[in-house]
């Protein structure tokens, strides 16, 4: 990053060593590095931008799509873009895919817990957006298993009050210096799986794609004659606004559904049949007749879109 002259009025406003965001970098980890770089402890950047922002640090933020995070406060004390710091959440991305101003965190996943690379911090002091995703137990670059724990036993915690960066608030060990297990390889190319659909949804994610996968969804499981997953949980979250969201329209649910019926992006893209009579309330569906018209409707463009592939 280009240095500040003294003077330039920007020198006032900002911190005295500042970082800028590595490729796919996590707003954790761009928070870590702050406070690392200009000896703080871990957790200072974040609790100095939220009180100059008269805000207290969220307890229910996860990071991923922090409701209410002051990204304007922090771009202008690391005299970046407003836009290059939401990038390093998933706030743009499921605000488009759900049409929402404001998204929340739940659009994403129901539960979170911290985890992290150890090659990855070793390397370059990084935490990664994928980590954050649903279902993710492996890095993708460097094909090991995350860690959620410390040689100790603690669980690792992103801030802790006079606790270094990047370090465990409990025995001090340094997460660079964490097991590097390698992972397993029917794991891996399932989480490749996976992030294939992730990256789908980031790429041409919109409401009516949401949509597409969803009424697909449905309509295999009617077609397979029984549902396997519960897809009724509600989850209610306490929040100003009076909104809930349903544990079964979560992106990292959906992308489980798709994997687990075997269902491919481009199956979503070439969907075009909602059910007149589809139901989210349903548990199990047995068709009473012997030739279903909407079970042919299905295999039907499936074949279509099979013909399709071989011809490319």
């Keep these: 990053m280009a240095q500040i002259a003294f003077s330039d009025p920007t020198w006032r406003t900002t911190f005295p060593f500042l970082v800028e965001p590595l490729t796919d970098e996590w707003l954790v980890g761009l928070l870590l590095r702050c406070d690392e770089i200009n000896h703080w402890e871990s957790g200072t950047t974040l609790t100095y931008i939220c009180r100059k922002n008269e805000k207290t ?20 004390s690391l005299a970046i ?77 992103p801030f802790h009050k006079q606790t270094p960066p ?43 794609v949401l949509e597409s996968a969803l009424q697909l969804v449905y309509d295999s499981v009617v077609e397979k ?39 491919a992006p481009g199956d979503i893209l070439v969907y075009a049949g909602p059910l007149p009579w589809r139901s989210m309330k349903w548990l199990t569906f047995q068709c009473s007749e012997p030739c279903c018209p909407y079970v042919a409707m299905i295999k039907k463009r499936r074949h279509i879109l099979k013909e399709d592939l071989q011809e490319k």
């Excluded at 150890?118 to 995350?146: D, G, K, S």
């Design 166 to 208: 990047f370090r465990c608030f409990k025995c001090g060990l340094d997460w660079a210096k964490l097991p590097k297990i390698q992972a397993d390889q029917t794991r891996s190319q399932i989480e490749a799986q996976l992030l294939s659909y992730y990256q789908f949804f980031w790429t041409y994610g919109t409401p009516d």
């Design 81 to 157: 873009p407003n836009e290059v710091l939401v990038a390093t959440t998933y706030q743009a991305e499921l605000a488009r895919i759900y049409g929402v101003a404001d998204p929340h965190s739940l659009l994403l996943q129901a539960s979170f817990s911290f985890r992290l690379c150890p090659a990855c911090v070793a390397e370059e002091r990084l935490l990664t957006r994928t980590l954050a995703l649903p279902h993710m137990t492996i890095c993708p670059q460097h094909r090991i298993e995350l860690v959620t724990t410390c040689l100790c036993g603690a669980t690792l915690r």
């Design 225 to 263: 004659g029984e549902i396997r997953a519960p897809l009724s949980d509600r989850l209610s979250w306490p929040e100003s606004s009076g909104r809930s969201y349903r544990r079964t329209s979560s992106l990292g649910y959906i992308v489980h559904l798709l994997w687990q019926l075997d269902l």
């Design 57 to 76: 640090a969220n307890s229910s933020w996860t990071f991923i799509a922090p409701p209410g995070f002051p990204f304007d406060e922090l771009a202008a």
